[in-house]
């Protein structure tokens, strides 16, 4: 058998290994507790201590690759805004996060039958040119939407009658997978207006916004992944789907460490049998 | 003059938005709203550009039957179907040229569009996204070798994450006496992003941040001119 043969062989029984390893907990949960960090409680206190009837935004800034880290995050923190009686306005500086809006909203809302379209929640929809948006919403958030995604107009919109720019807004709390996200929201929204940030992301992307979890506050935590998803659903005592793929998650990262350890114990042996 | 205008253009509108960031007052104030709403404007021009180009490019490699073609082929398909159907039964809430195709919305439960976008799109971009986890593991496996003291530590470093950020990392740990608590596998997780990682994280910003004034001066002064187009 050729070395390319057999590098195939090996890559294709790592794949077949994970592949059964990811859906085995899927199938049969184990049920790992999650530990709270600092961080998502951080963004937990911030949504918990905004006052009732607070205007807050959700920006979602993401599309369907990394929804499977992303919307649970998206559903849970509604789920806290909502249960804070929070009105929420959604929108979105990528384009399909209009749509992961509309599935956040009508998945929560089934836990609030009372909670009205443009009373308590409202889709603005998709804006582009990112950072841009937000330093317009900072001045005059009406001619940035001059209509929801339905085309009801930004005054008849009864949650927004005294909202006007970003500085009538209790905090926005961006759930970003890249250009632009959170990032933008830090430098235009908080760093220029004074707008409290939170946010999530991608676990790959979160080393990168940590420095701005500091002691300016510029990020109020920050979700990293499905582990801090699971632990947002864990602080606010529901179980959701990030709880049940945790498992998942935890099941192939210690199979990568296995591989890991694998790949240094067959580097170390054809070093030795080379030395030899 | 062709060249000599758009960098009158780029030096004005630089100074003027650099000006406003000290003096966010009138005139400044305004002139920079103005400025914004342009770019919301132009913005709004430039996805209908991004989409001729994607046709064009994609038809011109389909036509010369570069090899892969027919992958051209099926991505020109899909952007065709997406852009028709949309066009022809609206989404959600908006009509479209047919109206709201009511019947095709009782054969397949929503409008067209939508139907595609959660049941082909969706689940296709979310697959895609989660292939990297193979790709990951298959390189962990290859790639993650001892080989120095610095890989040993970038290994020792990678493990404390990994096992930091899993649910059962922090199980394996738990029995620690309150007094050894930092070294409790997601404390220790959390101190690496939090202080070494943040410092190397804050220095690439900075880096980073120092190059965008340099290059932005460069524009704006007109030195740097090849966002014109052409080698001159």
């Known amino acids: 058998m050729s070395s390319n043969t057999h590098s195939q062989t090996e890559r294709h029984i790592v794949f077949l290994v994970l592949l059964v390893a990811v859906t085995l907990p899927l199938l049969f949960p184990i049920g790992w507790k999650t530990e709270v960090s600092g961080y998502a409680r951080m963004a937990w206190q911030l949504i918990d201590s905004t006052p009732d009837s607070s205007v807050v935004v959700f920006s979602f800034d993401y599309d369907p690759s990394t929804m ?15 249960s804070r009686n929070q009105k929420v306005l959604a929108m979105a500086l990528w384009p399909q996060g209009v749509q992961m809006a509309d599935q956040a909203y009508a998945k929560v809302i089934k836990s609030f039958p009372d909670k009205k379209y443009g009373v308590d929640f409202v889709n603005m929809g998709y804006k582009i040119a990112g950072i841009v948006t937000i330093q317009s919403m900072g001045k005059n958030m009406p001619e940035v939407f001059p209509t929801d995604e339905r085309g009801t107009k930004y005054a008849d919109i009864p949650m927004l009658k005294n909202v006007k720019t970003l500085k009538d807004i209790a905090y926005a709390n961006s759930l970003s997978s890249g250009t632009p996200g959170i990032k933008e929201w830090v430098m235009a929204a908080h760093d220029a207006y004074g707008t409290p940030v939170t946010g999530g992301t991608t676990a790959v992307s979160a080393p990168g916004l940590l420095p701005y979890v500091n002691s300016q506050r510029q990020l109020n935590g920050l979700l990293g992944g499905l582990k801090a998803a699971s632990e947002y659903e864990n602080l606010i005592g529901q179980i959701g789907s990030a709880t049940v793929k945790m498992d998942a998650q935890s099941v192939a990262h210690l199979l990568i460490l296995v591989f890991i350890a694998i790949g240094n114990v067959k580097a170390f042996l054809v070093r030795k049998r080379s030395k030899a | 003059m062709k060249r000599n205008l758009p960098l009158i253009f780029a030096f004005l509108t630089g100074f003027l938005v650099v000006i406003s960031e000290f003096i966010p007052h009138r005139p400044f104030s305004l002139m920079i709203s103005t400025l914004q709403n342009w770019f919301l404007i132009i913005s709004g021009f430039a996805i209908l550009l991004g989409q001729i180009s994607l046709f064009q490019a994609n038809l011109a490699k389909i036509k010369q039957k570069e090899s892969g073609w027919y992958f051209y082929l099926a991505g020109l398909i899909s952007f065709m179907i997406m852009l028709l159907t949309g066009l022809l039964w609206g989404t959600q809430e908006y009509k479209g040229i047919l109206g709201h195709g009511t019947h095709l919305q009782s054969l397949v439960g929503s409008k067209p569009f939508d139907y595609l976008f959660d049941f082909a799109y969706m689940p296709l971009s979310a697959t895609m996204f989660s292939l990297l986890a193979f790709f990951i593991a298959s390189a962990a496996y290859r790639a993650f070798i001892i080989r120095s003291f610095e890989s040993n530590l970038l290994m020792i ?51 980073a941040a120092l190059g965008i004034i340099g290059s932005s001066l460069r524009i704006i002064l007109g030195i740097e001119r090849s966002y014109l187009g052409g080698d001159k």
């Open chain 1, 68 to 82: 499977t880290e992303l919307q649970p995050m998206a559903e849970a923190m509604l789920y806290h805004a909502f």
């Open chain 2, 157 to 207: 470093t990678a493990v404390i994450v990994i096992l930091g950020r899993t649910s059962f990392g922090s199980m394996l740990t738990s029995w620690l006496p309150e007094n050894l608590r930092f070294w409790h596998l997601p404390n220790l997780s959390d101190f690496i992003m939090e202080f070494p990682n943040s410092a190397a994280q804050r220095a690439i910003m900075i880096s």
